[in-house]
């Protein structure tokens, strides 16, 4: 059974940062993009970064661009997000994704994701 468990969300003040970590088990994912995800208060679930198979390519959602990075450990099937010059408005749950469908397909739709963490929540206090 797969499962993804993230970590490293917790509280902290504008300006500062996190990491977060997601480990997956169950399946080995290292030819699969992986991703975050976020879901503020009252708001749809929105993309946040994505990470091809080998790390070749990335991509950011405009709002994050600069501020966060996305990298990836094969050798131990996790994914983790560092997240610096953090804003009130990056408060959300953030979810770990991966799409286990199609080798090295690179989306950032959620359709295309079909493994899914139960989240881990970040707040940014003003």
């Known amino acids: 059974q797969v499962q993804l468990v993230e970590s490293g969300g917790g509280l902290v003040q504008a300006g500062g940062s996190l990491r977060l970590s997601c480990a997956a088990s169950?399946?080995?994912?290292?030819?699969?993009?992986m991703g975050w995800f976020r879901q503020a208060p009252g708001k749809e679930r929105e993309f946040v970064a994505a990470?091809?198979?080998?790390?070749?390519?990335?991509s950011y959602a405009d709002s994050v661009k600069g501020r966060f990075t996305i990298s990836r450990d094969n050798a131990k099937n996790t994914v983790s997000l560092q997240m610096n010059s953090l804003k009130p408005e990056d408060t959300a749950v953030y979810y770990c994704?991966?799409?286990?469908?199609?080798?090295?397909?690179?989306?950032?739709?959620?359709?295309?994701?079909?493994?899914w963490g139960q989240g881990t929540q970040v707040t940014v206090s003003s």
């Open positions: 994704a991966v799409d286990g469908l199609i080798p090295a397909r690179f989306g950032i739709s959620q359709a295309s994701y079909n493994y």
């Open positions: 169950g399946r080995t994912f290292s030819r699969y993009t």
């Open positions: 990470i091809s198979w080998n790390a070749g390519r990335t």
